[in-house]
């Protein structure tokens, strides 16, 4: 698991830490209506980067309504 960026995020100083996670939390909810949803994203986004979680998130489709074809 050293591949993960969980230990640098967490040897940072508090205010870069709060942004990583405000900004795992903005991904997550931008997320509601895609595939993943927002505990996909806001766990992609926490465990790999923001950065990455925002990738997944443009690359992904929206959810299918009840209504569509």
């Given at each position: 698991m050293q591949f993960l960026p969980l230990n640098l995020i967490f040897s940072t100083p508090i205010y870069l830490q709060i942004i990583y996670f405000a900004s795992s939390?903005?991904?997550g909810v931008a997320g509601i209506n895609r595939?993943?949803?927002f505990w996909g994203y806001l766990f992609?986004?926490?465990i790999f980067?923001?950065?990455?979680?925002?990738m997944l998130l443009l690359a992904?489709?929206?959810k299918k309504q009840a209504g569509d074809i």
């Open positions: 939390l903005v991904i595939k993943m949803g992609s986004s926490l980067s923001p950065v990455i979680g925002l992904s489709d929206p």
